[in-house]
């Protein structure tokens, strides 16, 4: 027997539609399409930051050994001879020093300050000379 367009179709058969349902972003992008980052701008980008990184290194890292140099010498200075809380030492250091940590060795008499994955340094107090940072080391 036939069946005629009027009747349903029987259970278990799907029908195509011709309109995608609204809102199923998976009928937005063609097939084999893909939304996401192609990989050859990703690789552009990482270049670009890297030969950045590599023009900038020389300044960012005197930046980085002059302010550590500063906050060690100025922290060893507050603590050992103002004789003032490390934590109280902070408000002597110059704007744009918040990345800069500080700590202390209170049997050697030393500040050590450090900048993130650049540059660290220590000052340590002497009698008669004050405060003075370690030799440098390249």
Known sequence: MRQHAAHPSPKGSVMATT??????????TPPG?????????????AALAGIGLGWFWQPLNSF???GASYAARV????????????????????PGMELISLSQDVEARSVTARFPLL???T??????AGCVLQPWTE
Do not use: I, W
């Open 64 to 66: 980085a050994v002059t």
């Open 123 to 128: 000052a340590t107090y002497r009698e008669g």
């Open 119 to 121: 540059a660290t340094q």
């Open 75 to 94: 922290g060893c200075s507050c603590r050992f001879v103002g004789g003032r809380d490390l934590s109280d030492c902070r408000k002597d250091f110059e």
């Open 33 to 45: 399409r893909k939304t996401r980052l192609p990989l050859h701008l990703f690789l552009l980008a």
């Open 19 to 28: 309109n995608p349902v609204p809102g199923n972003l998976s009928d937005a």
